[in-house]
């Protein structure tokens, strides 16, 4: 019994050594960051778009936010908010697509 656990001890071992995979330099579609957080008050954010493969678009969603508005202007994507004046919690999503990878 005692060879079995160390031969799967042993086994273990060997598989969790495995290299770890890294992407090449300037190969991938993200974001400078992928959250942002505004108090109250009207605000404006930029996100800068790395490595984008195409025009880049975005989408809102909900779509009738009107409170928050997006717009891209080459890598960099501006975010607007108006005003909280309920001061209530407000969540919205931008997708962001190069053309070919979604982000």
Known sequence: MRKIVYLLIFSLLIFSCKDEFT???N???G???TQVNF???QGEQSVTILNAQGAA???IVPENSEWCTASVTGNAITIKVKE???VESR???IGVTD???HR
Request: proline content about 4%; charged content about 25%; hydrophobic content about 30%.
């Open 31 to 33: 974001l400078s960051t």
């Open 39 to 41: 108090n109250n008050e």
């Open 91 to 93: 969540v919205v999503k």
């Open 23 to 25: 992407y090449p330099e």
């Open 84 to 86: 909280n004046i309920l």
């Open 57 to 59: 678009k975005i989408n």
């Open 99 to 101: 053309g070919k990878k």
């Open 27 to 29: 190969s991938y579609f």
